[in-house]
């Protein structure tokens, strides 16, 4: 297996490390929401200036101007609850029958993780109360990973009229890590349409967050993602 190690495996400010398997791609938060006026929105600006220019007529770029700024949008609710990553998964869905003119369909996620502050309890009780003090939560686990006493569990929602996501229901698979202070809890979320392949994803899901290490593992003093 080959390891790629991303640049924010060596973020100073980083407080929890994890791989993430083939099919994922990061996307670039303080990129894609950048402070107005800054070097950044510069930045953003002169990346997406060849695309509108590559646009054929007025009516298409101002329809990619309107997803662009949706997306945008999406990305800045998520932030505002606590994400500090989010990928892009896309894989192909070879499970089942696939011949005699059977495509692969093309299966999408999204993957985040997100900090929320928490009372100061142990570490278990902190996973349970994840899952238990919110109604929804379906297919609840508890288990004993490298990093420590986690809980998996599974919700599905449908999205609210105006979000810009495709109104088929969907499914969230949810994994509760809390933080070795006993103040906060790191929540890993892969969400999917696709809820006929829950068991894949949740294995996926579980990959993950097997690989979750709160102290570099590298042992050296920089950070990760």
Not at 98 to 119: E, K
Request: net charge negative.
């Amino acid at each position: 297996m080959t390891i790629v190690l991303d640049d924010s495996f060596n973020d100073p400010h980083a407080e929890l490390w994890f791989f993430e398997p083939a099919g994922f791609t990061a996307l670039p938060l303080d990129a894609l929401l950048p402070s107005p006026d800054s070097r950044a929105a510069d930045d953003l600006r002169a990346a997406v200036t060849p695309l509108l220019d590559a646009v054929p007529d007025d009516g298409a770029r101002q329809h990619f101007i309107a997803q662009f700024a949706t997306a945008q949008r999406l990305l800045a609710a998520l932030r505002e609850v606590g994400t500090v990553h989010c990928s892009i998964g896309l894989h192909r869905d070879d499970v089942g029958d696939v011949s005699a003119g059977n495509s692969r369909v093309p299966l999408f996620s999204l993957f985040t993780v997100s900090w929320r502050d928490t009372g100061v309890a142990p570490r278990g009780v902190t996973a349970a109360r994840a899952v238990t003090s919110t109604d929804g939560h379906a297919r609840i686990e508890f288990a004993e990973l490298p990093c420590g006493p986690a809980t998996f569990s599974e919700t599905v929602s449908a999205p609210t009229p105006g979000s810009g996501l495709p109104r088929q229901p969907l499914l969230q698979l949810h994994a509760h890590l809390p933080h070795p202070d006993g103040r906060r809890l790191a929540v890993l979320t892969l969400t999917t349409t696709a809820q006929g392949r829950r068991d894949e994803y949740r294995a996926i899901l579980r990959l993950i967050a097997e690989s979750v290490d709160f102290d570099n593992p590298l042992g050296n003093a920089s950070g990760g993602a």
